[in-house]
């Protein structure tokens, strides 16, 4: 199994992975207190400070509302971490259904599956998920599922080609011959040896789906005002763009650190479990 | 050319593929495009509707639906765009995709021209002060959102220095330029988006430069290379950057995708008019029609692209004729 002692001391031991663990700790945290943490009520609006530039009561300054940035970009956290989440469990649920079926029955099976999955490549995703959300129309749920069900190829293709590998090994060929049902054998043999690659790969997508949720918001596609997200503050930070610096810098630091956050753990994990792929 | 053959019969069922989904997409609409017609017409009855439905052919089963639709995209019919101007939706398109290329294709350029060489240096020098920063970088460039580096570079470069214009295609007095100027016009507005566009690809590009040349460095006949007593560059150019070169070819072909879908963005904020802001404009107006034109064609494009690194693969490395 994966999370037995031996990955748990690497991974300790990885600096990288280590700094990336603390990151995403830090964003759950600010997420999970972000009444406490956030000076102001995101959403208080103060027409006598409107576009401050920073000051010690406006740390991060106002926006055109006369709202305190530092204040939206806390709320926006949990927006940021929740539609990665979301998503990524969408895109591994299916990704993993998908290469797991394919690689293990193989046949006409998986040559439809991969057909499928190189149909879905060909598709350039942002368009792909605009068109989408343009017929059902944009709001946080259909953003979760619209990125979940456009980026589970990656997975798929990483799982199947792991089943090929694993289905082929001593154990499970003697568990084959035992006469363990194909369930069996899958859930309980093979999938299991599967997870490092897989959590590697869900790590890595939270990042890519944080960037693209700032980027469909920032579109104003995404999370709609006035619940704060780091995209549509930056939306703002367009339009003002001539004024008000503070508006567009902060809110992507925000995203920058979270993407890097989770970059940063994924590629510490792949490394210490595979000292091979280490660069 | 038997491969070239093979390889165009291949791309048929991905394009049948590529319509089935773009039909189930356009299916997903709530309600019909009709209603769009219909909910805010007060003269509209269950009668009208009905006509309407029938003249659309709304009310067949869904495969006759399919097959009559796929029959229009044969011919690149894709109907009337709903936008004002109710122009045919190709012409629109066809008007649109000239600049969006034409950005890609540069920025695709500059991908290459850069991070090829620091991926070969970064391996070649591995561990050195040059690989060590020139990897942090790209780790960051992984990470930063390109809509916020395009503000970033607005503010920078256009708002404080004053150097680029920060939106449009062409200055206003555009016309009344010298030739020179005019491409100097252009040059200017054009220096941020390409470079935006193109920043992803740096970042991802050099990294792969990178392990691909590492890869390579460990092979045998390297080995073989410098123990014949050849020189290092001769080893390093010679014998392993062609090898390591190979694959970034396939890499062009699965980044045409990207770059096309890249394009909503950077032309969104640039104001490019270019099919991106097509597509941004067409989604942001629920124009059936030219939404789903975009989504066909892009995805069409991606198929052409990666044909094209799959032609060029083979003329570089005749083992996939070969074996194929």
Known sequence: MFLNEDFVRRIGKNKMAMAGLCMVAFLFCVALFENELAPYPPDRIDTSNILAPPTYQHLLGTDVLGRDVLSRIIHGAGVSLSVGFVAVGISTLLGVMLGALSGYYGGALDKAVMR???????????????????????????????????????????????????????????????????????????????????????????????LIESGLSFLGIGVQPPDPSWGNMLTEGKDNIEIAWWLSLFPGMAILITVMGYNMLGEGIRDSLDPRLRR | MRFLVKRIALMIPTLIGITIISFTVMKMAPGDPTSLMTDLNPNMNEEAVKRIRAHYGLDQPWHVQYLKWLKNMAVLDFGRSFAPDNRPVIDKIAERIPITLFINILSMVLIFSVSIPIGVISAVKQNSMFDRVSSLIVF???????????????????????????SGFRSLNFARLSPIGQVLDIGKHLVMPIFVSAFGGLAGMSRYMRSNMLEVIRQDYITTARAKGLDERTVIFK????????????????????????????????????????????VMMRDYPTIMGILVIGAALTLVGNLLADILYSWADPRIRVND
Not at chain 1, 129 to 157: D, E, K, Q, Y
Not at chain 1, 177 to 201: C, E, K, T, Y
């Open chain 1, 116 to 210: 499928f999955v190189d149909v879905m490549l060909c598709f350039p995703s942002f368009f792909l998920i605009l068109a989408v959300i343009a017929f059902i129309g944009p709001s946080i749920w259909n953003i979760m599922i619209v990125i979940g069900i456009t980026s589970w190829m990656g997975v798929a293709r990483l799982v199947r080609a792991e089943f090929l590998s694993i289905r082929e090994r001593d154990y499970v060929q003697a568990a084959i011959s035992q006469g363990a049902s194909d369930a069996r054998i899958i859930f309980l043999h093979i999938l299991p040896n599967a997870m490092a690659p897989i959590l590697v790969a869900a790590t890595l997508g939270i990042a890519s789906a944080v």
């Open chain 2, 140 to 166: 960051i460039g992984f990470a930063v959102p390109t809509f916020w580096l395009a503000l970033l570079m607005m503010i920078l470069f256009g708002v404080k220095l004053d150097w680029l214009p920060i």
């Open chain 2, 239 to 282: 014998h392993a950057f062609r090898n390591a070169l190979l694959p970034v070819i396939t890499l062009l072909g699965l980044s045409v995708p990207g770059l096309i879908g890249g394009s909503v963005i950077f032309e969104t904020i640039f104001a490019i008019p270019g099919m991106g802001q097509l597509f941004y404009q067409s």
